[in-house]
C-alpha cells in the first residue's frame, strides 16, 4: 500500500474534534499511550482499527488514508459524477462514483480528468433506433489506440471495452445518455455532450421514439380537427 493512515492525520483529527489523547484511547480500546506514538510516528495503529477510527472522526476510510477530506459530493450516487480510472500496465479500468484509492499493478491511479474531444480525436455520433452508434477516428494499433468507450447517464454506465486492431467504434443505449467519454491509451480521457456530436445525415432529423410518438399525436390530432 503506497498510503497509510499518519499519525499526522490522526492528531489533526484528534484536534479538530477536541479530544485528547485518553478520551481518544478509551473509544478506540487502546491506551493513551498507543495514540500517542502513532501521532509522533512511532506507530501505526492495526488495520483492524481503521474502521474504529473512521468512525470516531465521522470521515471515510479514503478520507482517514488519504488524509484529505473528500466532500462527498456523491450523496445522490450521480452516475454523472462518475470517476474513472485506468492502469497504465494492464490497461484495467476502474469505474467509481467517487474519490477512491485505486491501486493495479501497485500503482496508485488516479482519477482521469476528461478533455474535450480535439482534432486527432474526433467523435462521430450517430442515431440508429433508439441506440447511438459511436466511432473514433482514430489509430488502433497496439501502441496507440481507443481502450474503452463510455456513455454515461444519469442512472447508469455503459462501458464498451475496445481492443487494439479491432475498431474504434461501440453501439450504446441511447436513453438518458448525457455524456459519451472514450479513452487513448496515449492521450487520455476525452469526453463529448452527444447532442453536440451527433452526426445526423438526415439535416436534423429526430429520430427518437419521443419525437416519433409526438408526431404521431399531432398528425392524430390534425385528422380530427383539419379545419386548424
Ligand atoms: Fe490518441
Known sequence: MNQYVTGAVIRKLREKHKMTQLQLAQKLGVTDKTVSKWEN??????????EPIAEVFRVSI?????GSPVYNANVSA???RSIFYVCPVCGNVIHSLGEAMVQCHGLLLSPLEAEQT??????????????YYVRIDHSMSKAHHISFI???SSDDVQI????????AEARVRMRGVRRIC????????????PIKGIDDKESGYDHSSERRELE????ALYERCPSQ
Do not use: Q
Not at 118 to 131: A, G, L
Not at 216 to 219: G, I, L, R, S
Open 118 to 131: 480535439d482534432e486527432h480525436h474526433m467523435i462521430f455520433i450517430e442515431r440508429v433506433e433508439d441506440e
Open 150 to 152: 463510455a456513455a454515461v
Open 78 to 80: 450521480n452516475m454523472l
Open 216 to 219: 404521431e399525436a399531432a398528425k
Open 160 to 167: 464498451v471495452k475496445l481492443y487494439p486492431e479491432g475498431a
Open 62 to 66: 479514503t478520507e482517514l488514508l488519504s
Open 41 to 50: 510516528a512511532k506507530g501505526y495503529p492495526d488495520i483492524t482499527l481503521l
Open 182 to 193: 472514450f479513452y487513448c491509451n496515449r492521450d487520455g480521457l476525452f469526453f463529448i455532450d
